[in-house]
């Protein structure tokens, strides 16, 4: 019985994980991710923030899951917010006063989160 409630538990995680990435990208990650393509200065510095996402993940203990990857875009998320940083709305980060080629740190870390995600088939 302990293993059912064990899978139900693993699942509303995963199935919450999921939810959170899916509101990064698009938040962030649609508008974010085509810029990168578009230009190659922005995909390596995009490529750094991975690499940091990745060594604080490992550090940490753990691997890369949705549930890392989306526990750690909430902690970005909140740290931004408490310091009246602002996250668009879905959809807006293509408004003009988004410029990729300039984005504060936060939106780029979890722009990160978004391309990890991506490339790991979790959207």
């Known amino acids: 019985m302990n293993s059912d409630f064990n899978a139900i538990a693993d699942s509303t995680s995963t199935e919450r994980a999921h939810r959170v990435l899916d509101d990064l990208m698009a938040r962030v990650g ?6 990168a393509l578009a230009h190659p200065g922005l995909l390596a510095h995009l ?4 690499a940091a996402v ?3 993940v490992r550090r ?3 691997r890369i899951t949705p549930e890392t990857l989306a526990g750690y875009g909430g902690s970005v998320a909140a740290a931004a917010h408490r310091m009246g940083r602002a996250i668009p709305a879905p959809g807006e980060a ?12 936060h939106l780029l870390r979890l722009l990160a989160v ?3 995600a991506e490339e790991c088939g979790w959207l």
């Open 30 to 35: 649609v508008d974010g991710l085509t810029a």
């Open 47 to 50: 490529d750094q923030h991975g």
């Open 54 to 56: 990745r060594e604080a």
């Open 60 to 62: 940490s203990g753990r």
């Open 94 to 105: 293509d408004l003009p006063g988004v410029d990729w080629l300039h984005a504060e740190w």
């Open 114 to 116: 978004c391309a990890m």
